[in-house]
């Protein structure tokens, strides 16, 4: 029985990424694959959907850069009208929002080192419809809220789980989604004012470039690096970035609920809104995971 579901699992995400992946060409060759199949396994409980994108509201986290250097609005929202004079029989809001508020993508050209780079808008589909690979590193982080993710950690990973697959998202599971939504907490706000938090240390980020391929890095926390160290790093600050940006790759910062997402066999679907020539954009991002 388990193998069966198993079985329909891994039929199940094969469908789901092809149908994604090459849709253009099903179309003209006719291939059977039905998207329907995917929504059977979901209301068979066979395929679970995760939520892995925070609620905004006035008041949530966000990040503060330090002086002199600008910072942007988080989230602010105005009501229009709610089945009052000024609109009887409707409730509709506007609100405003930065590219880089909440759970978020941060776009190829959201860096200096990738400053040609595609915009959000223009992230191929198939690199936002992504497996994961999930590195666990929450028990270092209990002990070190500053810890960055090493070579070392994706190469024990890769012991237990083979080699990081292509073309996937390399994901930090760091336990911060606790601290959700509290922003002193979330921010790792010291008191000297100094924002923690831990991220990939450019020694994992510059192994996953240059010796795997991935669509790009994943983190539960504000930044995909440690927000105490990042800036001060020499010859280069914030070297993740820089790095991740100048190979054209993407990242998602804020992703929630990574204690639901196992090691392997997870597959996001990352759906950031569409700003032309956005430097990245908030996102909904929802994980399917086998049950
Ligand atoms: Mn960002």
Known sequence: MKHTASVTLVCSL???FSLFRFSDANTESGSNVKPVEVLTAIRAGKL???DCSYTYFEGMPGIKLPPPLANTKTFEITNVSRYDERGPAW????????EHAGTHVDAPNHWISGRDNPGVDRIDLGELIVPAAVIDVRGKVAS???????REDILEWEKMNGKVPEDCLVVMKSGWGSRWPDPVKFLGIDAHGQPHGPGFGESAAEFLLKQRKIAGLAVD???TEAMALAGGKKPIPFPVHYMVHGAKKYQIEMLANTDSLPATGALLIVAPVKVQNGSGAPAR???????
């Open 144 to 150: 070190n809220q500053d810890y960055e993710v090493t």
């Open 221 to 223: 926390t504000v930044s």
């Open 285 to 291: 991002i929802y994980a399917l995971v086998g049950s």
């Open 48 to 50: 679970k959907v995760i």
């Open 14 to 16: 094969v469908l789901l």
């Open 91 to 98: 409730y509709w809001n506007w609100f405003s929002v930065g």
